[in-house]
């Protein structure tokens, strides 16, 4: 937990100011949409590495592939501050490129918690360490929309390296592999399966289907948002700290109820009032971009989040069992990640035809289409079997 509140410093303000601080550098919103799709956090790379990490992590364990993720990531946070020291947008590249392999670590961390504790605790752990994770990064968010301005984008780059390294001095300490014993980790030795992998998917094709489509609908929606918002609303380095604050305070919000109303109402109901929520929040910034709004949406848009993630945690640790859950989790990845890097180019597109409100329409719509899937594949409740 005391990773994920370090990651928490760094990647709430990432997450808001990387495209604006890119727009600065020079950088056209019509390369941050090809990066994105290719080698964004949540692009192609990035879900074919997931997979990859999520098979790893089943052979080798998992603190071998949480670990080299972690230090990924500090390279990638010392080459893209090194793009703003000597004003390069070369050095962008190879930092989307380790942003997208330290997402090897995704799956693995995944699997560590469910491997540790007991189903009926997921979702309640699951939403502790979401907390842990956002509500730090409401303090450094507002903070980085403060001075960001007269600090500059090396700054805070400089110290999401510095995070990110302390978060991984911590975990070449403290992390154990627990899921399996030496020999056993031994006997599963095998190489990468591309038609397992398919197998996988297609056991699963109806979760997979939702969470494919959610993935899609929602990076074309917000895969090229705050660098919409700078060049299309001309919103402030305030207005991005204001959006980096309430955010991580609707996370938080969302997260007190989340765990229990998990079990209360169920999985399928609980996603689709994320889905509602978020689809209000796309068509709010689509269609009234007014600065007086952002707490509104900010603060939807973290509620929406904090009520799927550990749903969707939940539901991964029920359906996947525990022999094979790092692979599973992984293939996950891969298949969400693989849809959701065609998002920027959708997103792209719908920006280069109607302008500024035509990715998040887009998005919203995609939304609504999601809960159709919702209501037809998400069971409305999950057994209390450990597997």
């Known amino acids: 937990m005391v990773y994920n509140s370090l990651q928490g410093l760094y990647l709430g303000y990432i997450q808001v100011f990387w495209q604006p601080?890119?727009?600065?550098?020079?950088?056209?919103?019509?390369?941050?949409?090809?990066?994105?799709?290719?080698?964004?956090?949540?692009?192609?790379?990035?879900?074919?590495?997931?997979?990859?990490?999520?098979?790893?992590?089943?052979?080798?364990?998992?603190?071998?592939?949480?670990?080299?993720?972690?230090?990924?990531?500090?390279?990638?946070?010392?080459?893209?501050?090194?793009?703003?020291?000597?004003?390069?947008?070369?050095?962008?590249?190879?930092?989307?490129?380790?942003?997208?392999?330290?997402?090897m670590g995704i799956p693995a961390l995944d699997a560590v918690l469910a491997d540790s504790v007991r189903s009926n605790d997921r979702p309640r752990i699951y939403a502790l360490i979401l907390v842990a994770n956002t509500l730090p990064s409401s303090l450094t968010g507002y903070l980085a929309g403060q001075y960001s301005q007269s600090l500059g984008a090396t700054t805070f780059l400089l110290l999401a390296a510095l995070f990110e390294g302390l978060g991984l001095a911590i975990l070449a300490v403290r992390l154990r592999d627990a899921h399996r014993n030496p020999s056993d980790i031994e006997s599963h030795r095998t190489k990468f399966d591309l038609r397992q992998t398919i197998l996988n998917v297609r056991s699963h094709w109806k979760y997979f289907s939702v969470i494919s489509l959610d993935s899609l609908t929602w990076a074309v929606g917000s895969s090229l948002l705050y660098a919409l918002l700078q060049e299309g609303a001309a919103f402030t380095k305030q207005d991005f700290g204001l959006i980096a604050l309430t955010l991580p305070l609707g996370v938080v919000f969302g997260t007190i109820p989340g765990g229990w109303l998990a079990w209360k109402i169920g999985p399928r109901r609980l996603l689709i009032i994320s889905e509602f929520l978020g689809a209000g929040m796309m068509f709010g910034w689509a269609l009234y971009p007014a600065s007086v709004l952002i707490p509104l949406y900010g603060f939807a848009w973290g509620v929406a989040i904090s009520t799927w993630i550990p749903v969707q945690f939940q539901l991964s640790s029920?359906?996947?069992?525990?022999?094979?859950?790092?692979?599973?989790?992984?293939?996950?990845?891969?298949a969400r990640?693989?849809?959701?890097?065609?998002?920027?180019?959708?997103?792209?597109?719908?920006?280069?035809?109607?302008?500024?409100?035509?990715?998040?329409?887009?998005?919203?719509?995609?939304?609504?289409?999601?809960?159709?899937?919702?209501?037809?594949?998400?069971?409305?409740?999950?057994?209390?079997?450990?597997?």
């Open 21 to 103: 601080f890119l727009v600065t550098l020079g950088v056209s919103i019509a390369l941050i949409g090809i990066l994105e799709a290719s080698a964004g956090a949540y692009g192609i790379l990035s879900s074919i590495v997931q997979s990859f990490g999520g098979i790893l992590s089943d052979r080798v364990g998992r603190r071998k592939v949480v670990i080299s993720a972690s230090a990924l990531l500090v390279a990638c946070w010392s080459v893209a501050s090194v793009a703003f020291v000597v004003h390069e947008q070369f050095f962008v590249i190879p930092a989307y490129v380790l942003w997208s392999l330290g997402a």
């Open 318 to 334: 029920h359906l996947f069992p525990q022999r094979n859950r790092g692979e599973l989790m992984g293939n996950l990845g891969m």
């Open 337 to 387: 990640g693989l849809i959701r890097g065609i998002g920027p180019i959708i997103a792209l597109s719908l920006f280069l035809i109607f302008g500024y409100p035509g990715p998040m329409i887009g998005g919203g719509i995609g939304i609504l289409l999601t809960i159709v899937l919702i209501a037809k594949y998400i069971p409305s409740r999950v057994t209390l079997v450990e597997r």
